[in-house]
């Protein structure tokens, strides 16, 4: 059976990780390999499979990363970060500093991708952590929580806005009860089950743990630091250009010469490319900073999360041998015959592959087309099928997404920690939003 074989691979990799004590991404292509053969992909195209899904993951992740590891390692050096991070304490006080975090990850997550969302936002809760003396994770659980939903949930992501094009759902209406179905998810998958996890498993919750990809923690002199508006605009830049072009594209003609060009410049790629631009100015050289020292910091920013990008890669592989190996069309299968709700079984369809697979998007894309009949001769609004796509596409996050192992290096976990911790925190938003979905759909 092909889940069965999903799961052997998955223990064989964790074997593999947590007591051969083997690099992630090695074990990561290895596992790929023997999975592929066990699917019975033939030995020939195993190797274009996971060359494909190196490819295909970090093509665009790793200018993500590169450009947006650049800019924030400017934003860091130069105390703008502090500058932020001392300002929102100021506001909102240590004892309500999660809503300060959950209210600027929401605003964030509706523009950006996660990984993006979580590039941006990372090095500013860095600094309130060290600020206010919390583990880093205590803040961390309530913004990744937020981004997760965001990207799950809402349009303009591509996943959710792709999904509700597929099931002619209005995209209007998609976000605005997806809105109403976040709100409780996020608070149960981020202040409570922060309360929980800290009670029943506080290891995670270290002080003093030691993050390399974020680099070194350095103390500023507020007055030393850049003034809070240019801080503020120069770290969330990325933002601005991406959801200027998103909320354009639902007023502007698409097809005028004006539409295009912000188009272009509202691209991630181009949006953290000219983002980095600006920062090489308002961080450093308006700062008196040489340009060699500038590049110097932007290369040691790379040097810091070379080893996450191959492990990220290596998450693609495993990912895309699972999907040329038939996984996506055996689940599928299982729910040609059911009687249980529409809602339901988009879930159950959609978690299933998110499991099996590891891309969430794919996961929504794949549910989506295979509960298109059921949709079509059901009486649930096609809305609420959106939204539990949405659900099951974020449930159980493990080895085999790019979003676990960058949760991994970037909060200083071991296997085992970002398994108990992320992995179930992704199962409470997606068990979550299917309950939040399902007692909306009582009122629709």
Known sequence: MPLLIVVIGVIFLIFLITKLKLNAFLSLVITAFIVGIALGIPVAKISTSIETGIGGQLGHLAIIFGFGSMLGKLVSDAGGGYRIANKLIQIFGKKHIQIAVILTSFIIGLALFFEVGLVVLLPIIFVIAREVDLPLMY????????????????????????????????????????????????????????????????VVYRKDVNISVLGE?????????????????????????????????????????AFQVIEFIGTPDQAMLISLIVGIF??????????????????????????????????????QVLVDGGVA???????????????????????????????????????????????????????LIVLAIGAGSVFMDHVNDAGFWMIKEYFGLTLK??????????????????????VVSMFM
Do not use: C
């Open 139 to 202: 803040l961390g659980i309530p913004m990744a929580a937020t981004l997760n939903v965001a990207h799950g949930f809402l349009p303009p992501h591509p996943a959710p806005t792709a999904v509700a094009e597929v099931l002619n759902a209005p995209l209007g209406h998609v976000l605005l009860v997806g809105i109403v179905v976040a709100i409780p998810t996020i608070i149960i998958s981020g202040p409570v089950y922060n309360y929980f996890l800290h009670k029943f498993y506080p």
């Open 329 to 383: 069309d055996y689940i599928g299968q299982l729910f040609n015959h059911t009687s249980l709700s529409p809602i339901i079984v988009a879930w159950l369809i959609t978690a299933l592959l998110r499991i099996s697979l590891g891309s969430s998007t794919v996961a929504s894309m794949t549910g989506a087309g295979l509960i298109t009949s059921i949709v079509a001769n059901s009486s649930v609004d096609p809305v």
């Open 217 to 257: 923690y350095k103390e500023f002199k507020i007055e030393d630091t850049p003034g809070f508006g240019i801080s503020v605009f120069t770290a969330l830049l990325p933002v601005l250009l991406i959801g200027i072009e998103t909320i354009l594209s639902f007023v502007m003609d698409t097809k005028s010469v």
């Open 282 to 319: 308002t961080m450093g050289i308006s700062r008196g900073l040489k340009i060699a020292d500038i590049g110097n910091a932007m290369s040691e920013s790379i040097k810091q999360i070379a080893m996450m990008l191959l492990i990220i890669g290596g998450g693609g592989a495993f990912k």
């Open 417 to 438: 920690e970002t398994l108990i911790s992320w992995t179930t925190l992704t199962s409470v938003i997606g068990v979550s939003g299917l309950a939040s979905v399902l």
